[in-house]
T-cell receptor, first 115, second 115 residues
């Protein structure tokens, strides 16, 4: 089945530790995105990538880092510099932008709790 | 800057009734796309419906329709014949050209369908 997988579903880490969230897609999409969702809030964009080996900061990139070495993978690292890392993290992908708008497909999310 | 406003934090509707979820947006771009997503308690984001800024007709997808009023900058979601399974969080989002297909989300409306 085509889709986006995120692992793990729940993640617990101690304060001060870096943690990497996995996102894999087999939809052959060029573009991938990371969003953060806090309770009762909408999604906010952390980073996005439109093509392999290229990515851009979103609205709340501070304290996060990403890589895009393969088309199907877009891991997100939450560093110790992120002041409030506890949140729900959603990964998405879409066909690359053109004259029309492309729906973003979302993964099931990872709920990160920093103790 | 783009902004999405959803003024209804929570809504109740009786099963089989229709319900309208409000969404207003702000953008200076002449070309944009408007999306509605559903987020059940499990957390995944499910695409419901899309409206392009140049589309002449309101979008419809099964029981979902989008009441697009461009002059008022509103894009309300109408769900007809509500079902218990429609209980979820609903997000309105906007995408602009030249922005890497990034989505800007509203804060969402929690819909509860009652017997």
């Amino acid at each position: 089945d085509g889709g986006i997988t995120q692992s793990p579903k729940y993640l617990f880490r101690k304060e001060g530790q870096n943690v990497t969230l996995s996102c894999e897609q087999n939809l052959n999409h060029d573009a991938m995105y990371w969003y953060r969702q806090d309770p009762g809030q909408g999604l906010r964009l952390i980073y996005y990538s439109q093509i392999v080996n290229d990515f851009q900061k979103g609205d709340i990139a501070e304290g996060y880092s990403v890589s895009r070495e393969k088309k199907e993978s877009f891991p997100l690292t939450v560093t110790s510099a992120q002041k409030n890392p506890t949140a729900f993290y959603l990964c998405a992908s879409s066909a690359r932008g053109g004259p029309s708008y492309n729906e973003q497909f979302f993964g099931p999310g990872t709920r990160l709790t920093v103790l | 800057a783009q902004k999405i406003t959803q003024t209804q934090p929570g809504m109740f509707v009786q099963e089989k009734e229709a319900v309208t979820l409000d969404c207003t947006y702000d953008t200076s771009d002449p070309s944009y796309g408007l999306f509605w997503y559903k987020q059940p308690s499990s957390g995944e984001m499910i695409f419901l419906i899309y409206q392009g800024s140049y589309d002449q007709q309101n979008a419809t997808e099964g029981r979902y329709s989008l009441n697009f009023q461009k002059a008022r900058k509103s894009a309300n979601l109408v769900i007809s014949a509500s079902q218990l399974g429609d209980s979820a969080m609903y997000f309105c989002a906007m995408m602009n050209t030249g922005g890497g297909n990034k989505l800007t989300f509203g804060t969402g409306t929690q819909l509860k369908v009652e017997l």
